[in-house]
Antibody
Framework: EVQLVESGGGLVKPGGSLRLSCAVS????????MSWARQAPGKGLEWVGR??????????DYAAPVKGRFTISRDDSKNMLYLQMNSLKTEDTAVYYC????????????WGQGTLVTVSS | QTVVTQEPSFSVSPGGTVTLTCGLS?????????PSWYQQTPGQAPRTLIY???TRSSGVPDRFSGSILGNKAALTITGAQADDESDYYC??????????FGTGTKVTV
């Protein structure tokens, strides 16, 4: 069974940093493309970024609102996905979801339960 | 900035049929955008319903179907049930590694 478990959310001040983690199990993580999405309170879903598997080049792409501030990385030896968030803004307040990406179908296949990040002074 | 538009809300009677659409602020949606659809109930993570325009995800009932209607992607619920009452989001793949979520549709049964 595919499991994605996010952690690391919390309260942070504007301009601060936070690192989210996503622990995965139930599939071969090293072959997987992974993504982060977010949802501000009472709002719709927003794509944050995607990382390909190393065997597919490891390319990382980001949505415009987070490019240059957020960094996605992976540790295939630990089955872990990360989202390093720097220079946080109040508008980054959201539930952050880790997802798998179905290769060749551009689809967010499996989702974690999410972790809440609140950016406030 | 690409905007992917969906109807804000729809109401459907139990047993009825409803079609949600997913369009582009400029241009037409085709299979090249790999449209996918997600269902989300309050407080829960999204669930994948449809990918690559028409393919149902594992375990998704066949009352959910995807298509291209005119210049938009579409999700049709045939024989709506009470537990279909949810928010529905589409996603389009914009190329160059970029994905955009639609604005979402709230369906009331």
């Amino acid at each position: 069974e595919v499991q994605l478990v996010e952690s690391g959310g919390g309260l942070v001040k504007p301009g601060g940093s936070l690192r989210l983690s996503c622990a995965v199990s139930g599939f071969t993580f090293s072959n997987a493309w992974m993504s982060w999405a977010r949802q501000a309170p009472g709002k719709g879903l927003e794509w944050v970024g995607r990382i390909k598997s190393k065997s597919d080049g490891g390319t990382i792409d980001y949505a415009a609102p987070v490019k240059g501030r957020f960094t996605i990385s992976r540790d295939d030896s630990k089955n872990m996905l990360y989202l390093q968030m720097n220079s946080l803004k109040t508008e980054d307040t959201a539930v952050y979801y880790c997802t798998t990406v179905k290769v060749g179908a551009a689809c967010f296949d499996s989702w974690g339960q999410g972790t809440l990040v609140t950016v406030s002074s | 900035q690409t905007v992917v538009t969906q109807e804000p809300s729809f109401s459907v009677s139990p047993g009825g049929t409803v079609t949600l659409t997913c369009g582009l602020s400029s241009g037409s949606v085709s299979t090249s955008y790999y449209p996918s659809w997600y269902q989300q109930t309050p407080g829960q993570a999204p669930r994948t319903l449809i990918y690559s325009t028409t393919t149902r995800s594992s375990g998704v009932p066949d009352r959910f179907s995807g298509s291209i209607l005119g210049n938009k992607a579409a999700l049709t619920i045939t024989g709506a049930q009470a537990d279909d009452e949810s928010d529905y989001y589409c996603v389009l793949f914009m190329g160059s590694g970029s994905y955009v979520f639609g604005t979402g549709t709230k369906v009331t049964v």
